[in-house]
């Protein structure tokens, strides 16, 4: 009896032994190809700030900026009402998840249209000694890398723009994070979504047909609760995952404004972000395999 239980230990061992190796190479793997992708976000930060900010500030110093210092000016932005004429305290989370969302996107689907192209250099990718639906997770990681980096910098912009500050209140932190790393992880994974659904040479009119609608119907501009008067649309937009994350940010920065119920807030970022990494995981695979 002794003996075999000696023999069970070191089976045991042995089988321990060589999993924990496994799962090692695959962190390694994985470590490896995130720091490589973060080198490049590095070296080519500056147009990456530049690609973040130009649409906000634009938006930011016409609506914010110019017309309130016009005459009529809060005539001519009657949203603005909804915060006490403070049209910079609705934008500001809106704002933010439009940053996510088309950082999320970008970081995603515009490299992969060019990996499955004629080159191929997907297949690089895939050759590292990692499963190859690990491959596809960490662009969506590495892409919220990248959303998150968006956000912070389009916070100071939307704050300090403004002829008129917005008015914020972080009432909790964890709250915060934890909208802004599920909006993250959410665009990432619509982005792959988006990259493997659509052939290279269609790229660009995703963003026309697709980005463009769900940002306009993201409830960017207008808190969801002032949309009572158009019912139907109210009830349409829910599928859009950019109105979890404006109203996310809008219940965690702007708390005053009218938004969502905090926990259907987190509960539908979750299920988007199951759905739309399970559909863009297929997505890839079928096109690396296939």
């Not at 496994?22 to 976000?41: H, I, N, S, T």
Request: hydrophobic share 55%; with cysteine; net charge positive.
């Amino acid at each position: 009896m002794t003996q075999l239980a000696e023999v069970e230990t070191r089976g045991t061992q042995t089988t321990s032994g060589a999993q924990s190796p496994k799962f090692m190479q695959y962190g390694r793997a994985f470590a490896g190809l995130l720091l490589r992708d973060l080198y490049v976000l590095r070296r080519e930060f500056f147009p990456f700030v530049i690609r973040v900010c130009m649409n906000p500030l634009l938006f930011l110093f016409v609506f914010t900026y110019v017309i309130p210092h016009m005459n009529a000016g809060a005539a001519m932005n009657p949203t603005g009402a909804m915060a006490g004429n403070a049209f910079s305290t609705v934008l500001l989370p809106g704002l933010m998840a439009v940053a996510i969302m088309f950082s999320g996107i970008a970081a995603v689907a515009l490299p992969l249209a060019q990996e499955f192209g004629i080159t191929r250099e997907i297949d690089d990718r895939v050759m590292c000694p990692l499963p190859v639906p690990f491959v596809a997770i960490e662009k969506i990681c590495f892409s919220a890398v990248q959303s998150v980096v968006a956000a912070c910098i389009v916070y100071p912009l939307a704050y300090y723009v403004p002829a008129t500050h917005p008015t914020t209140h972080v009432t909790s932190w964890p709250f915060l994070i934890l909208v802004v790393a599920l909006a993250s992880l959410t665009a990432g994974a619509l982005g792959l979504t988006i990259g493997t659904s659509v052939k290279p040479q269609q790229i660009g009119l995703i963003f026309g047909v697709v980005v463009i609608p769900i940002t306009f119907l993201g409830c960017v501009y207008y808190p969801w609760a002032q949309l009572t008067h158009i019912r139907w649309l109210q009830v349409g937009v829910l599928i859009n995952p950019i109105v979890y994350m404006s109203e996310g940010l809008r219940a965690a920065i702007t708390p005053a404004l009218p938004h969502m119920n905090p926990i259907l807030i987190l509960t539908m970022l979750l299920a988007s972000l199951c759905l739309l990494t399970w559909l863009g995981i297929r997505g890839f695979l079928r096109r690396v395999i296939g």
